[in-house]
Nanobody, 115 residues
Framework: QVQLVESGGGLVQPGGSLRLSCIAS????????MGWYRQAPGKQRELVAV???????NYADSVKGRFTISRDNAKNTVTLQMNSLNTEDTAVYYC?????????WGQGTQVTVSS
């Protein structure tokens, strides 16, 4: 079964940057879509950014211009470069993958933006 493992979360001040990484293991083929969702306390999980196998991207309006998603198909990884972070970005960030109609989720990594 596919496993997604995230890393790179932490505490950062407003205006700072973080880079999240996720690696997919135990997958024979590349995941058609990989990306990131996040969930803040009291809120539903929401899309942050996704990227297709051909590197077509989709970003939430709230992160456009600040976050950049990328993937390395040879390494089965996806990364999220987060710049100009603000307190509204505080959440648990979950790595996401899709292969046909199968969905996979990582365990999540905490991102806290606070002064």
């Amino acid at each position: 079964q596919v496993q997604l493992v995230e890393s790179g979360g932490g505490l950062v001040q407003p205006g700072g940057s973080l880079r999240l990484s996720c690696i997919a293991s135990e997958t024979r083929d590349n995941l058609h879509v990989m990306g990131w969702y996040r969930q803040a306390p009291g809120k539903q999980r929401e899309l942050v950014a996704v990227i297709s196998i051909n590197e077509i991207t989709n970003y939430a309006d709230s992160v456009k211009g600040r976050f950049t998603i990328s993937r390395d198909n040879a390494k089965n990884t996806v990364t999220l470069q987060m710049n100009s972070l603000n307190t509204e970005d505080t959440a648990v960030y979950y790595c996401y993958g899709r292969y046909f109609e199968r969905h996979y989720w990582g365990q999540g990594t905490q991102v806290t933006v606070s002064s």
